[in-house]
């Protein structure tokens, strides 16, 4: 699967068609998606469930733990796992939010089927920026708070009014709790990086219009759900602990926030060293602490991209000719006996893969080639080798 390119939402759905329900209720769904870090909005793996056959990005990975989460909680709370009305419901959720709009030009590479509606909305959700330039610029790509999108469609599927709003004053909380539990402790530069990265996650609300007071903790205390609650807890602690230290001003704030949000000191702590131990495991592949300067955030970005796309395509044209040794090997075998139906329609596709195989090298080969090839998948897949196309189901 490629959540890079078009279809990877069916391969998504094909790969776990025939898996069991993995959960049973919504605490367990939350514990996973803590063990990805998609609640503290730092991708750092995906499902076990989902293979990859190459390694993947951290936007790619928040796609794949988007939907996973969108998906699971959609049948935890209505109970139904039928593929199709779950995306239906899911875009009509994010026309509610008003944040499904899409460009004339992806709409033109966009075809009206349901599921490549979701892929776009997914993109649009994943990364903060809008185009490949400011990307590449920008180390920090990933929307952190993506979590609210999934607190934000459990409600939806109970109460679908005033949703935004729903959304709206989540956020709201989140960045004022974040905001305060940084004011609770010695700055340092990765602070102004956290603090960055959350204020460009922002979607429902402005933070240079926000009055960061206190008084959002009137809304803590009128707060009951669970969920939410437990989310406000888990910012709270990912700001605090993120240099790795919790002196006693941190620990006044945690504990005074964790005890508005109605939970018991052992509660907190348990928050406060699932944390710790998220941070000890994996402190050196979280990109917010990654402290490098302009020109080395371009030649990371850029390595990173150029390095995606040799290994990702030299394995697929790899692909191509092993396939072709074995084409070799089924013709030199046709002229001593005849083949199996199986052998011959292998024969046939394999044929029909390398006459395909040379109007896709001469795109690829071409200045710019790199940055066409997708777009040529988008406009006519078929066209392309099967090895080119990671989300082809058969």
Same mark, same amino acid.
């Given at each position: 699967m490629n959540?890079?390119?078009?279809?990877?939402?069916?391969?998504?759905?094909?790969?776990?068609?025939?898996?069991?329900?993995?959960?049973?209720?919504?605490?367990?769904?939350?514990?996973?998606?803590?063990?990805?870090?998609?609640?503290?909005?730092?991708?750092?793996?995906?499902?076990?469930?989902i293979e990859s056959e190459h390694k993947l990005t951290e936007d790619e990975s928040a796609k794949i733990n988007l939907l996973n989460a969108l998906y699971?909680?959609?049948?935890?709370?209505?109970e139904k796992a039928t593929v199709q009305e779950f995306i239906t419901v899911v875009n009509q959720f994010y026309t509610s939010l008003e944040i499904n709009h899409v460009s004339f030009l992806e709409k033109l590479l966009t075809t009206k089927k349901?599921?490549?509606?979701?892929?776009?909305?997914?993109?649009?959700?994943?990364?903060?920026?809008?185009?490949?330039?400011?990307?590449?610029?920008?180390?920090?790509?990933?929307?952190?708070?993506?979590?609210?999108?999934?607190?934000?469609?459990?409600?939806?599927?109970?109460?679908?009014?005033?949703?935004?709003?729903?959304?709206?004053?989540?956020?709201?909380?989140?960045?004022?709790?974040?905001?305060?539990?940084?004011?609770?402790k010695e700055k340092n530069k990765s602070d102004k990086k956290l603090a960055q990265l959350f204020e460009s996650s922002l979607t429902f609300i402005d933070v240079e219009s926000q009055n960061f007071d206190g008084s959002y903790r009137e809304r803590i205390l009128a707060n009951s759900e669970e969920w939410e609650n437990r989310y406000y807890l888990e910012m709270a602690c990912l700001t605090v602990w993120e240099d790795k230290s919790l002196d006693y001003k941190e620990s006044d704030f945690i504990f005074g926030i964790g005890k508005d949000l109605g939970f018991s000191t052992k509660q907190i702590s348990r928050s406060i060293e699932e944390i710790s131990s998220f941070f000890d495991k994996n402190s050196e592949i979280?990109?917010?602490?990654?402290?490098?300067? %302009? @020109? &080395?955030?371009?030649?990371?970005?850029?390595?990173?991209?150029?390095?995606?796309? =040799?290994?990702?395509?030299? $394995?697929? #044209?790899?692909?191509?000719?092993?396939?072709?040794?074995?084409?070799?090997?089924?013709?030199?075998?046709?002229?001593?006996?005849?083949?199996?139906?199986?052998?011959?329609?292998?024969?046939?596709?394999?044929?029909?893969?390398?006459?395909?195989?040379?109007?896709? %090298? @001469? &795109?690829?080969?071409?200045?710019?080639?790199?940055v066409l090839?997708?777009?040529? =998948?988008?406009?006519?897949? $078929?066209? #392309?080798?099967?090895?080119?196309?990671?989300?082809?189901?058969?």
């Open positions: 959540p890079s390119s078009l279809g990877w939402i069916g391969k998504y759905f094909h790969l776990i068609k025939d898996d069991a329900m993995p959960f049973s209720t919504f605490r367990d769904l939350y514990g996973e998606l803590k063990k990805t870090g998609f609640v503290y909005g730092i991708n750092i793996r995906i499902p076990r469930k699971y909680t959609y049948v935890l709370e209505t349901g599921s490549n509606k979701l892929e776009k909305i997914i993109e649009s959700r994943v990364y903060l920026e809008d185009n490949v330039l400011s990307k590449t610029f920008n180390s920090i790509i990933t929307n952190s708070f993506l979590y609210i999108d999934v607190l934000t469609f459990k409600q939806y599927l109970h109460q679908k009014n005033n949703i935004r709003e729903y959304a709206q004053n989540i956020e709201y909380i989140a960045i004022n709790i974040i905001y305060h539990a940084l004011n609770s979280i990109p917010f602490l990654k402290d490098n300067n %302009l @020109a &080395i955030q371009f030649y990371d970005s850029m390595s990173k991209i150029v390095n995606k796309l =040799i290994i990702r395509n030299s $394995k697929r #044209l790899q692909k191509e000719l092993s396939e072709s040794k074995e084409l070799v090997a089924l013709l030199s075998k046709s002229t001593v006996k005849d083949l199996s139906s199986e052998e011959k329609k292998k024969v046939q596709n394999q044929l029909i893969d390398i006459c395909k195989s040379v109007p896709s %090298l @001469a &795109i690829f080969i071409l200045p710019g080639g790199a090839l997708p777009i040529f =998948i988008r406009l006519i897949p $078929k066209l #392309l080798p099967s090895s080119f196309d990671e989300n082809r189901v058969e």
